[in-house]
């Protein structure tokens, strides 16, 4: 049950990670939408001059990338919330059961 709730933990961290890394994505969509001259790329500790229509495409596969990565994810949440939800009504029968059991 702790290992469970521990890959949940994990889960849901990168989750949340992808879920910030997907709005600065639409963030810089945005402002290259309303860019009227020259758009630049960082490329490392340095800036590029690259061209409106390639980042466009870039940024909108990252975020296409992304946008997959959390479906996944939410996937994987669901499932292990489920068999946590299985593993806590299991634990109540066999609970229920042995407490049945020693009053007689």
Request: no cysteine; aromatic share 2%; net charge neutral.
């Amino acid at each position: 049950m702790q290992t469970l709730q521990q890959q949940l933990q994990m889960i849901v961290m990168q989750k949340q990670q992808l879920v910030v890394e997907k709005d600065g994505l639409e963030e810089a969509q945005e402002e290259l939408k309303n860019a009227k001259s020259d758009v630049f790329k960082a490329v490392g500790p340095i800036l590029v001059k690259y061209d409106k229509k390639d980042l466009k495409k870039d940024l909108s596969e990252k975020s296409s990338d992304i946008e997959s990565k959390i479906k996944l994810l939410e996937g994987q949440e669901q499932k292990l919330t489920k068999k946590g939800q299985e593993l806590q009504e299991e634990l109540k029968k066999g609970l229920k059961g042995n407490a049945g059991g020693s009053a007689q």
